[in-house]
């Protein structure tokens, strides 16, 4: 069975229930997949083309934090072994629930980002300040780091 890397976008609110539920969904839902990427740029890296995934994934996210939602990018990076394509450029519809257990990673805006993300919600069709926010690296976590990163003393630096 082949498995294919995804970033689905999400939100630090999204992120404890999929902990909590142990899985990611309930499926089918969006996600980005460097694969798709592969023949739109011929000669790039497997690397650069994951690098490629998230950022889009990123910038969905920005689009899924609510009024009341802690201002973070978030991306979950697992391993999914059914997709279909759902759009253009990186978009797949992953079409299963992932297990927790096949999260490898998670990346989420530090707090010195805050301000940026805070400025692009309230601009949303603003492209410097979404600019502002990408200039922001996420940070990254390991699946097995992310009751850490949930923990409430985290949640005031985020």
């Known amino acids: 069975m082949t498995r294919s890397r995804v970033f689905i ?12 539920a142990g899985e990611v969904g309930p499926a089918p839902f969006g996600a980005h997949c460097a694969e798709m990427l592969r023949s739109d740029l011929p000669g790039v890296n497997e690397e650069e083309l994951e690098y490629a995934a998230m950022v889009a994934a990123s910038i969905d996210s920005l689009r899924r934090i609510g009024p009341d939602g802690r201002p973070a990018r978030v991306v979950i990076a697992a391993d999914v072994s059914t ?11 992953v079409t299963s629930n992932v297990s927790w257990v096949d999260v490898a990673s998670v990346h989420v805006d530090t707090s010195d980002a805050q301000a940026a993300v805070l ?6 069709e603003d492209e410097i300040l979404l600019e502002r926010v990408l200039e922001h690296e996420l940070a990254w976590f390991a699946r097995q780091e992310v009751d850490e990163l949930l923990a409430p ?5 985020q």
């Open 9 to 20: 976008p999400s939100t630090l609110e999204q992120l404890a229930a999929f902990r909590d």
């Open 83 to 93: 997709y279909s394509e759902d759009g253009p450029e990186s978009e797949v519809a």
């Open 119 to 124: 400025a692009a919600l309230q601009a949303p």
């Open 153 to 157: 003393t985290r949640r005031t630096e």
